[in-house]
């Protein structure tokens, strides 16, 4: 299938460059209010969730989203908000955090692999596989965890990036589409968040002693993202790089791209054969004439 194009898909030619990618919604998507791109999202939840069921029954094809992002940049709630309204039977949220010490028994590729959506369903990814090119490149320490047997720092992230587009590209051969979704937080905009978690008691929780540690290597993750994108952009496996310093405009966008993929797709529900309606006939006829029980 053909990916679809937004004005936030990463260029598939390497050209990315997280220089000339703004964090706030072009002027075209300025002039909305926040109460209307909140309805806005509730239309697309809704046609979302009409064509998650089709999905289902189709049982053919199914989506992978991926969702990357700095600390506070919104990924917890773009899913909650993009996803209320899909049945939880057909969809399936996983995070991942540190690797536990039965995930780094495995291949680094392993912990995500197991949690992939079943045929007709969604998974969705808070943070994935890419960690392994994002957060472990620019902390080649944790490196040491993993036992790799032996490795050439100078070709370890070409070779993982090799991994990624196999991984992903035997994903697509096999009805899995995969859209990726960078929310792009500007350091300005994630110092006021934080600056509000660390003086909101409800929002204490949010807030982590390593987010400051992280955010003082903003420009080594900013240059690991770039790197990930240009590597892994793919028409079979796009990156969207979503402004993210506007909540209801970064969630609109992400529905909208979700949206139009699912309507890009040949989903149908299944048809029945003539012998099978046939069939229908007689279980309709056998419940008709069951006693005692009101049509």
Known sequence: MN???SPFTAPFDGSFAIDGCSSTPPEDGKGLSKKGLEKELAKC???????QRILYADDRYALLLVFQAMDAAGKDGTIRAVMSGVNPAGCQVSSFKSPSDKELEHDWLW????SLPERGCIGVFNRSYYEEVLAVRVHPEYLANQRLPSHEPSTLWSERFESIRQHEAH????GTVV???WLNVSKQEQKKRFLKRLTTPEKYWKFSNSDLATRARWDD??????????????EHAPWY??????KPYMRLSVARVILETLESLPLRYPEKSDSELGLFEEHIAQLSAEEGIAK
Request: proline letters at 5%; zero cysteines; a neutral charge.
């Open 171 to 174: 994903l697509s051969r096999n």
């Open 111 to 114: 912990r995500t692999t197991t």
């Open 3 to 5: 990916p679809v194009l």
């Open 241 to 246: 790089a979503i402004p993210a310093d506007d």
């Open 221 to 234: 993750y900013m240059q690991a993202y770039e790197s990930l994108i240009n590597e892994t952009s793919r």
């Open 179 to 181: 859209l990726k979704f």
């Open 45 to 51: 939840v809704a046609k979302i969730s009409e064509l």
